[in-house]
Structure formats: C-alpha cells, structure tokens
C-alpha cells in the first residue's frame, strides 16, 4: 500500500490552518465538481480531494494522520505500525457510503478500523446502496448481469477492509432509469448471532445509447424519411431493442414533428411510448438525372420555404 | 453460472426509500431530512399517511445539497437552488445526446 500525501494532493503546507485547508479545498473543488467541470479526470481528483479533506479537515484524523505520516513520502511502501490508532477516537467521517467506497486502500486501512469499534450494535446489517449501469436492451428482454461492487467487511479482528464481490443479477423486464432492485440480505452483515443481514439496493442507470434517449420509459429517436415518403405518407419499419415495428407517417409530415406510437417503448405496466422526431433527409444531387428532377421540381412547384406559411 | 447463483431481487417502484435509509445514504442524521422537507427543498418526495417516501430522483438531489452544504457551506436554499440547476443540466445533455445521436 502506497503512502497518500494528503497535504499535496490539497496543495496546502504542512502547517496550514484550518481555514487555509478548507479554502484550498474548495478551491480544487469547484474546479473539479464532477457536474461542471471540464477537466478530464474530474471524477478521480474529486475522489481524491474528498478523502482529503475528510482527513485534514478533522482535528482528530488530521493529528493522527501528522503523526503516523512522519517521515513518509508519498508513493512511498506504507504500513501502519499496529495499534497505532490507540489513544485516538474517530467521530463519523461525514461521507455517504458510495462517496466512501470510492476511497483509497489506504485510507481504509488507517481509518477503517477505528469506524469498526464506534456506535452502538445495530439491531439489522446496514443495508448498501449502489449503481448499476444496464444497456437499454437489457430492459426489452431482461437479463441476468454480473455486477461488481466493493464492499466494506469487517474481519475477525474488528477491522475494515474493501472486499470485491461479484454477484449475478436477473435484470427483469421493463425496468426503468432510476428504479431500484432490492437483493435481501445482500447487504453489511449482522453484527452478533441471529441478526439479519441488510440489503444491498441498486440502483438502475442506463448506458447512453447511440439511437435512442430514454425517458421513463418512452423512448424517443429520430426518424429519417426520403421527401416523398413525407410528402405522400408511407408505412415505414423502425428498428427497436425488441424487433420492428412498422410505423405510418402521415401525409404531409414535416422535419421536426413528433409521431407518438403508445406503448412501443419500454415494456411495462404501462408501457412507455415511442417518440419519433421526422427527419426529412434529400437523397443527393449527385448525377445529371438526379439533377434534372430537382430542376424540374424547381420550376412546378411554387414553393419558398422562408415564406411564412 | 448455475441458476441457483443468479439473484433475482424485488422490484421497488419510484418511490422506495424509507427517511431512515435516505438519511443512510446520505450519510446524514433523519433530522437533517426533516428539517429540509419542512422548508420544502427536497422535491420528488411524498408523504402517504405521515410516512415519508423518496424516490431515486429525490436520493440525488439530496446527495447533492449534502455535499454542497458540507462541502462549501452553502446555505439550505443554496444548496437546493443548485441542485434543481444541476438536474435541469442533466435533463439538457440527456437531450442533447438525443439530437447529436
């Protein structure tokens, strides 16, 4: 385990006040806010930028942090000396459990042990939240996916550690952005004899899909037609996750309008709906023939588009 | 895989967390939720016979407040004026994939 030098990563000295700790923080921190910011690796420097703070900011795990640190560099090997931690006491580090879950080893192995032995015993295993990406297909027909999580455990010494797991999920069909899947008992253990295991609670996210946007469960997507096809109406086959389906532009549809086909989104009760955006495409004008049907349509139609109409 | 390793969960509708595994998830005390749904800041929330229920939309805004309120001591209605901005970003670029797709 690599040495983490929390100092630098907020770029503050060693011997910065409290208040120069969190103004470096917040610093970093609107530059980095995963939502706004334009740098690449937003996420991981939030993450990193969390678990330090989470440390300096807090009298108690900062002055344990100095003392244990002494003479590290960072990256360099690191291993606490053990019960190194006796004599201090940790108050709850204020972070959610995903934003904690997305902490280093190391911070887990120095603070991990000391949140073991705080807070009374829990009548039921904490129940773990967590977020599963899905492909869109995966609502149509359902799925089994393998998920893999990190998990907080706790070891027969009272300590903390994040263990991988990998655990098989059925996907039922119809599932929707947002909703939640509970895993009974999939959750942190029970602490003591006979004492139920929490849930695990996931979370459902789609990944973004190159055709379609999902909304609840109407699916919308563009709909390319030829100009006669919009023109005259025509009965056309849209591609979706669960096979085709015929759809029927009516006469005289124009780019931009929206068609509703009810309940060709994903399935459910009830089912979402199909939103087709009509995208009048011009087949090009790319040969002497071709050419002469544009003029000849330049010269029968009285047509100005900018005319308002 | 063996069919018997596959888990098969329960479904939980919209609405689904219960105050006590908001506040969990949030890594904040009940109280902390109280007092923002009295002032009205937590939207996607709904109280069937006094018994609060959340939805996941109502998880991220409150995800969100928490970090801003902590992280930048933003004042309660602060907190939760950003968070409405930053779902209506999200609902813009949802849209925006659509029309570049």
Same mark, same amino acid.
């Given at each position: 385990m690599q040495f983490r030098d929390y100092y630098e990563v907020l770029g503050v000295p060693r011997d910065a006040t409290a208040d120069n700790i969190k103004k470096a923080f917040r610093k970093l921190a609107r530059k980095y806010h995963p939502d706004v910011s334009k740098e690449k690796d937003a996420e991981a420097q939030m993450k990193d930028l969390n678990e330090a703070y989470a440390v300096l900011s807090d009298t108690e795990k900062r002055a344990a942090y100095d003392q244990l640190g002494k003479g590290y560099q960072p990256g360099q090997d690191f291993r606490?000396?053990?019960?190194?931690?006796a004599g201090f006491e940790f108050s709850g580090h204020g972070y959610s459990p995903n934003e904690a879950a997305g902490f280093s080893d190391f911070f887990e192995q120095i603070f991990g042990q000391a949140h073991a032995r705080r807070g009374s015993v829990p009548a039921q295993g904490e129940d773990h939240h967590a977020k599963v990406l899905l492909e869109l297909e995966d609502a149509f027909s359902g799925a089994t996916r393998q998920i893999s999580l990190r998990t907080p455990k706790m070891d027969t010494q009272g300590r903390v550690t994040l263990e991988s797991r990998t655990l098989n999920v059925k996907i039922p069909r119809g599932i929707k952005a947002g909703q939640v899947i509970r895993l009974a008992g999939q959750g942190a253990p029970g602490i003591g004899g006979g004492v139920p295991a929490g849930d695990l609670l996931l979370e459902v996210k789609f990944k973004p899909h190159p055709r379609f946007r999902v909304e609840g469960r109407d699916l919308f997507l563009k709909l390319p037609v030829a100009p006669w096809e919009a023109a005259l109406g025509a009965v056309v086959s849209v591609d979706l996750p669960g096979g085709a389906v015929k759809v029927?532009?009516?006469? #005289?549809?124009?780019? &931009?309008?929206?068609?509703?086909?009810?309940?060709?989104?994903?399935? #459910?009760?009830?089912? &979402?709906?199909l939103m087709l955006t009509i995208e009048v495409m011009l087949p090009p004008a790319d040969t002497p023939r071709a050419r002469e049907f544009y003029e000849q349509m330049a010269k029968e139609f009285a047509f100005d588009p900018r005319q308002r109409r | 895989m063996h069919d018997e390793d596959i888990l098969i969960g329960t479904l939980m509708e919209d609405s689904w967390l219960t105050l006590e595994q908001m506040a969990?998830?949030?890594?904040?005390?009940?109280?902390?939720?109280?007092?923002?749904?009295e002032e009205e800041l937590i939207p996607h929330a709904e109280s069937v016979a006094g018994v609060w229920r959340f939805s996941g939309a109502a998880l991220i805004h409150a995800q969100r407040m928490r970090e801003l309120e902590r992280d930048f001591d933003a004042v309660p209605e602060l907190a939760a004026l950003m968070a409405d901005l930053l779902e209506e970003l999200d609902a813009l670029r949802a849209r925006l994939r659509g029309l570049d797709g």
């Open positions: 606490p000396p053990p019960d190194w931690d029927r532009i009516p006469q #005289g549809a124009q780019s &931009g309008r929206q068609l509703r086909v009810r309940g060709k989104g994903i399935p #459910g009760e009830p089912p &979402g709906d | 969990a998830a949030c890594a904040v005390e009940p109280a902390w939720l109280i007092r923002h749904l």
